[in-house]
């Protein structure tokens, strides 16, 4: 259940507002018109097995327990890789598991004792080569009773955030025609939520998709977009791809991007869908854009508005159907209609994206390790090699410890390459400088 709370104050005087510790139905406070605050908590039915949105059970009617401020259903494949893990295959193949808030595992309500801080003195490739063993074996049997049991216990929840996502959507689009809007694709569970929202809400399969490929995505997240594409031929599904510059030679040349200086967004994600969507609508005088966003995805995103005028293409209006739902919403909505969705989910990733991305989690680089081995080999290879052109001796540990790659700091400091602050290339010719590019005078982009 979400509660949203007023704890707006006066702007001049840092007062109380009366409408100050209301509570509201949306996150927008009806009184001052601001932001409200959200609060989560999720159930959980002891009889039925299931999360639930509401204290009460729809099922069995008993009041359910409180467990954690959001949640996502545990897949067979991540169960499998979890119970190997813990060395007790099949331990919790007949029971309901789901992750919570915190990446904490619950198998029948109960917290289960995992940590992913150990897995890093496993041996990922005997886990590997044991996960292939088994999973053969791997029923999916209550799994699939209990997902049953979980969209009817939550059914009232599941039309309530369906219906006011589609009002809101019909609203916001009034004033377009069908080919001045798209959906803003990325292959993840978000966007293939608001992707099938916007196509039943304007009862057509024919807006446009952008698909932004940043070369870095998941194996999985290409297999989708291409059985999305068969099953949507309707629906127009455009890439959006930095054909000119290869990421693995940025990395020899400046280095590989860290959690505050991700350059490679700019580079292979927003930079080329902006020149993407110039291209595509430059004889439009408006154009509205459908997002994915959500705003416990993160801190940054939890300060995003639901309508927004894009900073970067005047023309573009910006909304985002589903900012308020959690994760609990998104797979809720993805089961009772019967989507198909990124395997990546299946595994564990609880986020697709790029798959080497300096924000992932340890989590995401283990499943890498046991799901892509070659390419995850491939890529610590890379990181050694960076550490090692730097005068790091230590390399190793200096890779494994996320020094070089999750540093909090900006690692520009760490390259010899790159001096710090000023250091830029150009989206032209990507020849470093300090202010201009080198070889075409070209102002920096980055």
Known sequence: MITYICRNKDEKTGENLPCTGN???????????????????????????????????AICGSRGKGLTTDIRPVFPEERLLIELALGKPFAFAEKSVWNGSGNHYFADGEKVAFSVKELKKLDTEALRQEYENWKGQNSDACFREM?????????????????????????????????????????????????????????????????????????????????????????PVISARNKEKDFEELCQLIGPPSR??????????????????????????RILTFYGIRRSESLSRSKYERESDSPKITKQRIVSPIIDWMDFDIWLYLLSAGLDFND????????????????????????????????????????????????????????DEGTVWHTPRNRWFLSPLAPPKRTRFTMNCSVLSQRNCTNCFAPLDI
């Open 147 to 235: 997902i049953v049991r979980f969209t009817e216990a939550n059914r009232e929840r599941y039309e309530s955030i369906t219906e006011e996502a589609k009002s809101y959507i019909r609203k916001t689009a009034e004033s377009f025609g069908t080919m001045d809007m798209f959906v803003s694709f990325s292959g993840g569970k978000d966007s293939t939520v608001t992707s099938d929202l916007v196509t039943k809400a304007l009862s057509s399969p024919k807006i446009m998709h952008i698909f932004g490929d940043t070369t870095l995505e998941f194996p999985f997240t290409y297999q989708y977009v291409e059985r999305f594409k068969q099953e949507h031929p309707q629906t």
């Open 344 to 399: 990546a989910y299946r595994l564990g990733y609880a986020r697709v994206g790029c798959w080497c991305c300096p924000n992932n989690s340890g989590w995401s680089e283990f499943l890498s390790a046991i799901h892509m081995p070659g390419q995850s080999a491939h890529f610590r290879q890379m990181l050694l090699d960076f550490a090692r052109s730097i005068g790091k001796e230590d390399a190793q540990v200096y890779v």
């Open 23 to 57: 509570v509201c139905q949306t996150s927008v406070c009806p009184a001052c018109g601001g932001r409200a605050e959200a609060k989560s908590q999720i159930y959980w039915c002891g009889r039925c097995k299931v999360p639930l949105y509401d204290s009460h059970c």
């Open 260 to 285: 505050v200086m991700r350059w490679c967004c700019t580079v292979f994600k927003t930079g080329t869908i902006q020149k993407r969507i110039k291209s595509l609508y430059r004889d439009k005088s």
